[in-house]
């Protein structure tokens, strides 16, 4: 009779338990962020002088520096597995146009950053949410500026090499296409030994590999920290 009884038992516990289990709402299904990096496709070494006049400025190509699946990989690194990422590309030399890249921008109107992005990254997912990292094309490329600015290397008469990255980062609505929140990650670090001074002047390969993994350090490190930023507010 006793073992009849907590036979009965067992099943209503366990019967219980079930509906307890079955009465749970679903969990909702995860947001999907479409990361795209809008990039430049040369770096700068700048030299600041002493006098003016004496700056010098050149060019390098990025092929090869694989800054875009580092900022993939920092962006994925924050967001996985409570977000799923998906990846998305842009034709080389693509740009994003707004009133501060333009000449008269002020005076212009332009489509709105999750527009541009729609036009030119493929392929086109179902996501909730773009990421986009912009390298803005104006800040990468040889101005008289005598600070750091954009990607590059920059280097002085007197004091630090500078390596340095710069990227704005936006959160975009797929559906709506408008920005929901946006940061802008800068990030530098010396490179003891370097000298850089003259247009005519040839970088070894070794400093170069230098300067990609610094750089690569350096923006890994800038996306991560601000796109942790902007999605614990999301």
Request: hydrophobic share 45%.
């Amino acid at each position: 009779m006793k073992s009849f009884k907590f036979v009965i038992l067992l099943v209503v516990a366990l019967s219980v338990r079930s509906g307890a289990q079955a009465a749970q709402p679903a969990q909702p299904a995860a947001k999907t962020v479409a990361v795209v990096s809008v990039l430049p496709v040369s770096g700068h070494f700048f030299h600041i002088a002493v006098i003016r006049f004496g700056n010098a400025c050149k060019l390098f190509d990025l092929a090869g520096f694989n800054l875009e699946n580092t900022i993939y990989t920092a962006a994925a690194s924050v967001l996985s597995p409570t977000y799923k990422l998906v990846r998305m590309s842009v034709p080389p030399g693509s740009e994003i146009h707004t009133s501060s890249t333009e000449v008269m921008g002020a005076f212009k109107s332009f489509p709105t950053i999750g527009e541009q992005v729609r036009k030119m990254a493929h392929p086109q997912p179902t996501a909730d949410l773009y990421l986009v990292a912009w390298g803005s094309h104006t800040e990468n490329r040889c101005m008289d500026y005598p600070k750091p600015y954009g990607i590059g290397v920059t280097t002085y008469a007197f004091g630090n090499v500078k390596v340095h990255t710069q990227v704005e980062l936006f959160v975009v609505d797929t559906h709506t296409l408008q920005t929901l929140a946006s940061k802008g990650a800068f990030a530098d670090a010396p490179l003891p030994g370097f000298e850089w001074n003259e247009e005519a002047q040839l970088v070894s390969s070794q400093d170069m590999g230098r300067i990609r993994s610094t750089m690569q350090n350096l923006l890994g490190s800038s996306v991560a920290t601000r796109v942790r930023e902007m999605f614990s507010a999301q």
